[in-house]
Structure formats: C-alpha cells, structure tokens
C-alpha cells in the first residue's frame, strides 16, 4: 500500500495532474471522502472554536487519493468554465497557509466560485467549500473553523482559459 501511495505521489508531482484510473476509482474516492465528512460531524458537531485547536486526532478531510481527485476535478471545472467566468478569491495571495482546526479568517470569507462549487461533492450544512488565496478548505460554519486544507488546489495555470 505504502509503494502504490509513493507511487501516486510521484505522479502528481512529475505530471501536475493525476486522474483517476477509472470512473470507478473515483467514485470510490469520493465515496471516501463523504465518509471523512460524516465521521467529523459525528465526532465533532458543536465544536467550540476556543477548544478546536487541542483536538486529538485532527479531522482527516484530504487524505492523497482525495486531494489527487478534487485536483482534477478542478482542473475540469475550470477549463470548461466559459470565458469571463468570476473566480473571487483564486488571486487573493496569503500571508501563510491555512492549518486545520484554526478559526477561519474573517477577511478572507469570498465569494466561492460557482463553477467549482458545481463540480465539487456537496457538502452538509454547516460545512462549506472556501477559497483562501490558492487553497481550498472546508469550513464549518457554526463553529468557524477550517476542518480540511487542500493547498495549493488551484494553480495559476489552470485559473487561465487556454
């Protein structure tokens, strides 16, 4: 398992862009990522921001085969966006990288792009998608918090219409 996981990584890295092997693996992927969003509104519902931090384990959001897949599914969305398509927020550059369990910073609280709210999995309230300059996180509302980074999940170079 640790040799496939090296593996995929080395793919992701050399190619930029790592698609699924099939319809399948995907589905899968994704199946396992609502299963990570269930566990944390189970373990965590009424999360009290002040105590977030001091929370063992940390929520698992995104794990390898869940990043490699939302990636892609980005990519998609935003190379068949059509021209003109707003994306607040993707040029927005932070001072640092966000870090699960902080709380979500009041002034980075945009606009999600539509079109990418269109082709990520919906998530249950109070969870939602945000974009901090580049990085995608999941934040819970109620108790505004991150509870999933993804960085980086938004390049230059796909927020451009070839």
Same mark, same amino acid.
């Given at each position: 398992?640790?040799?496939?996981?090296?593996?995929?990584?080395?793919?992701?890295?050399?190619?930029?862009?790592?698609?699924?092997?099939?319809?399948?693996? &995907?589905? &899968?992927?994704?199946?396992?990522?609502?299963?990570?969003?269930?566990?944390?509104? #189970?373990?965590?519902?009424?999360?009290?921001?002040?105590?977030?931090?001091?929370? #063992?384990?940390?929520?698992?959001?995104?794990?390898?085969?869940?990043?490699?897949?939302? &990636?892609?599914?980005?990519?998609?969305?935003?190379?068949?966006?059509?021209?003109?398509?707003?994306?607040?927020?993707?040029?927005?550059?932070?001072?640092?990288?966000?870090?699960?369990?902080?709380?979500?910073?009041?002034? #980075?609280?945009?606009?999600?792009?539509?079109?990418?709210?269109?082709?990520?999995?919906?998530?249950?309230?109070?969870? #939602?998608?945000?974009?901090?300059?580049?990085?995608?996180?999941?934040?819970?509302?109620?108790?505004?918090?991150?509870?999933?980074?993804?960085?980086?999940?938004?390049?230059?170079?796909?927020?451009?219409?070839?």
């Amino acid at each position: 398992m640790r040799i496939i996981a090296i593996g995929l990584l080395g793919i992701v890295l050399s190619g930029g862009v790592a698609a699924a092997q099939t319809v399948e693996e &995907r589905a &899968r992927v994704l199946r396992d990522f609502d299963r990570n969003i269930a566990n944390y509104a #189970e373990r965590y519902q009424c999360l009290d921001p002040v105590h977030a931090p001091v929370l #063992e384990p940390s929520p698992r959001v995104f794990t390898l085969p869940v990043a490699m897949v939302f &990636r892609q599914l980005i990519v998609e969305a935003l190379q068949d966006r059509a021209p003109g398509t707003a994306m607040s927020g993707v040029a927005n550059w932070p001072r640092r990288h966000p870090v699960v369990l902080e709380p979500f910073p009041a002034d #980075e609280l945009l606009e999600f792009p539509e079109v990418m709210a269109d082709a990520l999995p919906v998530l249950p309230a109070p969870l #939602e998608y945000r974009l901090i300059g580049r990085d995608l996180v999941v934040r819970d509302v109620q108790s505004d918090v991150i509870i999933g980074v993804l960085r980086d999940a938004v390049s230059a170079i796909s927020t451009l219409r070839r």
